[in-house]
Protein backbone atom coordinates (compact mmCIF):
# COMPACT_ATOMS: atom_id res chain seq x y z
CA UNK A 1 0.00 0.00 0.00
CA UNK A 2 1.57 3.16 -1.31
CA UNK A 3 -0.59 5.42 -0.75
CA UNK A 4 -2.69 5.98 2.80
CA UNK A 5 -6.04 5.83 3.26
CA UNK A 6 -8.26 8.84 4.44
CA UNK A 7 -8.19 11.39 1.82
CA UNK A 8 -9.95 14.53 1.44
CA UNK A 9 -12.47 15.16 -1.75
CA UNK A 10 -12.51 18.63 -3.44
CA UNK A 11 -15.78 19.91 -5.15
CA UNK A 12 -14.80 22.44 -7.79
CA UNK A 13 -18.44 24.86 -7.87
CA UNK A 14 -17.33 28.24 -8.00
CA UNK A 15 -18.28 28.47 -11.86
CA UNK A 16 -21.16 30.98 -13.28
CA UNK A 17 -23.25 28.59 -15.15
CA UNK A 18 -23.32 31.30 -17.46
CA UNK A 19 -24.75 28.86 -20.21
CA UNK A 20 -27.13 27.03 -18.03
CA UNK A 21 -28.53 29.89 -17.25
CA UNK A 22 -28.54 28.79 -13.16
CA UNK A 23 -26.31 27.55 -10.75
CA UNK A 24 -25.39 24.14 -12.48
CA UNK A 25 -24.81 23.12 -8.55
CA UNK A 26 -28.31 23.34 -8.12
CA UNK A 27 -29.59 21.61 -10.95
CA UNK A 28 -32.36 18.99 -9.48
CA UNK A 29 -30.60 15.30 -9.82
CA UNK A 30 -32.09 13.02 -10.65
CA UNK A 31 -33.97 15.06 -13.16
CA UNK A 32 -37.58 14.98 -12.45
CA UNK A 33 -38.29 13.11 -15.32
CA UNK A 34 -36.55 10.44 -13.94
CA UNK A 35 -38.77 10.14 -11.05
CA UNK A 36 -37.79 9.22 -7.34
CA UNK A 37 -35.18 11.86 -6.88
CA UNK A 38 -34.85 13.02 -3.22
CA UNK A 39 -36.86 16.02 -2.30
CA UNK A 40 -34.41 18.75 -2.73
CA UNK A 41 -31.28 16.59 -4.06
CA UNK A 42 -29.39 18.38 -6.02
CA UNK A 43 -26.55 18.01 -8.26
CA UNK A 44 -24.25 19.67 -5.61
CA UNK A 45 -25.50 17.48 -2.24
CA UNK A 46 -25.95 14.44 -4.56
CA UNK A 47 -21.84 15.04 -5.14
CA UNK A 48 -21.33 15.78 -1.70
CA UNK A 49 -23.58 12.81 -0.17
CA UNK A 50 -21.33 10.03 -2.98
CA UNK A 51 -18.00 11.04 -1.94
CA UNK A 52 -18.38 11.73 1.69
CA UNK A 53 -18.30 8.07 1.94
CA UNK A 54 -15.16 7.57 0.57
CA UNK A 55 -13.66 10.40 2.48
CA UNK A 56 -12.81 11.69 5.48
CA UNK A 57 -14.05 15.52 4.83
CA UNK A 58 -15.58 17.25 1.64
CA UNK A 59 -14.44 20.73 0.81
CA UNK A 60 -16.54 22.46 -1.48
CA UNK A 61 -14.85 25.41 -3.57
CA UNK A 62 -17.39 28.49 -4.47
CA UNK A 63 -17.18 31.60 -5.60
CA UNK A 64 -18.99 34.52 -6.04
CA UNK A 65 -22.27 32.12 -5.56
CA UNK A 66 -21.39 31.34 -2.14
CA UNK A 67 -24.50 32.63 -0.27
CA UNK A 68 -26.63 30.34 -2.86
CA UNK A 69 -24.35 27.18 -2.15
CA UNK A 70 -23.35 27.54 1.66
CA UNK A 71 -26.90 26.30 3.12
CA UNK A 72 -26.54 23.14 0.48
CA UNK A 73 -23.19 22.86 1.45
CA UNK A 74 -23.90 22.99 5.20
CA UNK A 75 -26.89 21.12 5.41
CA UNK A 76 -25.03 18.01 4.08
CA UNK A 77 -22.17 18.37 6.36
CA UNK A 78 -19.05 19.59 4.00
CA UNK A 79 -17.09 22.47 4.45
CA UNK A 80 -16.60 25.28 2.49
CA UNK A 81 -13.66 27.11 0.83
CA UNK A 82 -14.15 30.43 -1.13
CA UNK A 83 -11.99 31.18 -4.22
CA UNK A 84 -10.95 35.02 -3.99
CA UNK A 85 -11.17 35.23 -7.69
CA UNK A 86 -12.91 33.03 -9.44
CA UNK A 87 -12.62 34.90 -12.49
CA UNK A 88 -9.36 33.38 -12.64
CA UNK A 89 -10.49 30.20 -13.53
CA UNK A 90 -10.92 26.42 -13.03
CA UNK A 91 -7.78 25.73 -12.14
CA UNK A 92 -7.47 28.65 -9.58
CA UNK A 93 -10.48 27.03 -7.64
CA UNK A 94 -8.75 23.64 -8.01
CA UNK A 95 -5.29 25.40 -6.95
CA UNK A 96 -7.80 26.86 -3.70
CA UNK A 97 -8.99 23.52 -2.63
CA UNK A 98 -6.02 21.53 -2.93
CA UNK A 99 -4.11 24.22 -0.52
CA UNK A 100 -6.89 23.93 1.90
CA UNK A 101 -6.40 20.11 2.01
CA UNK A 102 -2.76 21.02 2.44
CA UNK A 103 -3.71 23.20 5.18
CA UNK A 104 -5.58 20.68 7.11
CA UNK A 105 -2.97 18.32 7.33
CA UNK A 106 -3.96 16.07 4.61
CA UNK A 107 -1.74 15.00 1.31
CA UNK A 108 -4.27 13.24 -0.97
CA UNK A 109 -7.34 14.36 -2.79
CA UNK A 110 -10.69 12.92 -4.95
CA UNK A 111 -11.23 15.68 -6.83
CA UNK A 112 -14.37 16.51 -9.22
CA UNK A 113 -16.72 19.04 -11.05
CA UNK A 114 -19.97 20.12 -9.87
CA UNK A 115 -21.68 20.17 -13.33
CA UNK A 116 -21.72 16.63 -14.02
CA UNK A 117 -23.85 13.80 -12.43
CA UNK A 118 -22.14 12.22 -9.57
CA UNK A 119 -19.91 8.90 -10.51
CA UNK A 120 -21.55 5.69 -9.32
CA UNK A 121 -20.52 4.00 -5.99
CA UNK A 122 -18.86 1.40 -7.40
CA UNK A 123 -16.88 3.53 -9.36
CA UNK A 124 -16.08 5.44 -6.57
CA UNK A 125 -14.66 2.15 -4.91
CA UNK A 126 -12.65 1.32 -7.73
CA UNK A 127 -10.93 4.38 -7.95
CA UNK A 128 -10.07 4.63 -4.16
CA UNK A 129 -8.40 0.95 -4.70
CA UNK A 130 -6.94 1.73 -7.38
CA UNK A 131 -5.26 4.68 -5.55
CA UNK A 132 -4.94 2.62 -2.47
CA UNK A 133 -3.18 0.04 -4.36
CA UNK A 134 -1.12 2.14 -6.67
CA UNK A 135 2.66 2.06 -6.71
CA UNK A 136 4.83 4.94 -4.86
CA UNK A 137 5.60 6.64 -8.06
CA UNK A 138 1.68 7.41 -8.70
CA UNK A 139 0.98 10.29 -8.00
CA UNK A 140 -3.05 10.66 -9.89
CA UNK A 141 -5.71 7.93 -10.63
CA UNK A 142 -8.26 8.94 -13.24
CA UNK A 143 -11.10 7.26 -14.75
CA UNK A 144 -10.98 6.36 -18.07
CA UNK A 145 -14.55 5.40 -20.10
CA UNK A 146 -14.76 4.26 -23.63
CA UNK A 147 -10.88 5.89 -23.69
CA UNK A 148 -12.00 9.48 -22.59
CA UNK A 149 -10.50 10.31 -19.14
CA UNK A 150 -13.05 12.06 -16.31
CA UNK A 151 -14.31 12.60 -12.96
CA UNK A 152 -13.29 12.38 -10.12
CA UNK A 153 -9.92 11.91 -10.30
CA UNK A 154 -7.72 11.07 -7.21
CA UNK A 155 -4.27 12.83 -6.86
CA UNK A 156 -1.61 12.02 -4.33
CA UNK A 157 1.02 14.82 -2.45
CA UNK A 158 3.64 15.21 -5.59
CA UNK A 159 0.72 15.94 -7.88
CA UNK A 160 -1.00 18.34 -5.28
CA UNK A 161 2.13 20.22 -5.11
CA UNK A 162 3.11 20.05 -9.08
CA UNK A 163 -1.07 21.83 -9.41
CA UNK A 164 -0.26 24.31 -6.77
CA UNK A 165 3.74 25.40 -8.30
CA UNK A 166 1.45 25.81 -11.98
CA UNK A 167 0.51 28.97 -12.90
CA UNK A 168 -3.07 29.94 -12.01
CA UNK A 169 -3.86 30.58 -15.70
CA UNK A 170 -2.53 26.47 -16.41
CA UNK A 171 -5.33 23.67 -16.25
CA UNK A 172 -5.09 20.72 -14.82
CA UNK A 173 -5.19 18.23 -18.18
CA UNK A 174 -1.47 20.18 -19.19
CA UNK A 175 -0.44 19.66 -15.94
CA UNK A 176 -1.32 15.76 -16.40
CA UNK A 177 0.13 15.36 -19.08
CA UNK A 178 3.36 16.90 -18.45
CA UNK A 179 3.48 13.54 -15.57
CA UNK A 180 2.23 11.20 -17.98
CA UNK A 181 4.37 8.42 -16.36
CA UNK A 182 2.76 9.28 -12.68
CA UNK A 183 -0.43 8.83 -13.89
CA UNK A 184 -2.56 5.64 -13.35
CA UNK A 185 -5.30 5.82 -15.63
CA UNK A 186 -8.35 3.05 -14.59
CA UNK A 187 -11.07 2.01 -16.83
CA UNK A 188 -14.98 2.23 -15.07
CA UNK A 189 -18.31 1.10 -16.67
CA UNK A 190 -19.72 4.57 -15.89
CA UNK A 191 -20.24 6.72 -18.53
CA UNK A 192 -21.08 9.29 -16.02
CA UNK A 193 -17.32 10.37 -15.34
CA UNK A 194 -16.93 12.26 -18.49
CA UNK A 195 -20.22 13.77 -18.76
CA UNK A 196 -20.24 17.56 -18.61
CA UNK A 197 -23.55 19.26 -18.40
CA UNK A 198 -23.15 23.16 -19.91
CA UNK A 199 -26.36 23.64 -21.46
CA UNK A 200 -30.32 23.47 -20.76
CA UNK A 201 -30.31 20.91 -23.79
CA UNK A 202 -27.68 18.61 -22.10
CA UNK A 203 -29.45 18.64 -18.90
CA UNK A 204 -32.71 17.75 -20.29
CA UNK A 205 -30.65 14.64 -22.22
CA UNK A 206 -30.10 13.30 -18.89
CA UNK A 207 -33.70 12.63 -18.55
CA UNK A 208 -33.99 10.83 -21.44
Known amino acids: MSHAPGLYAVILAAGQSTRMGMDKA ?44 APVVYANGASLVRNPDPDRGQFSSLQVGLQEVLNEGRDSAMVTLVD ?35 HPYLVAREMIEAFLKAAPSA ?35 LSK
Do not use: M
Not at 124 to 146: G, H, K, M, R, Y
Open 116 to 150: RPPANTSTLQTLCSAFTDAASDIWAVVPEFNGKHG
Open 26 to 69: LLPWPPAACGAAPAGQTFLSAAIRGLDLFSDKVIVVVGKNENNL
Open 171 to 205: NARDIEHQNLRHVAYVAVDDPLVTLNVDTPEEYAA
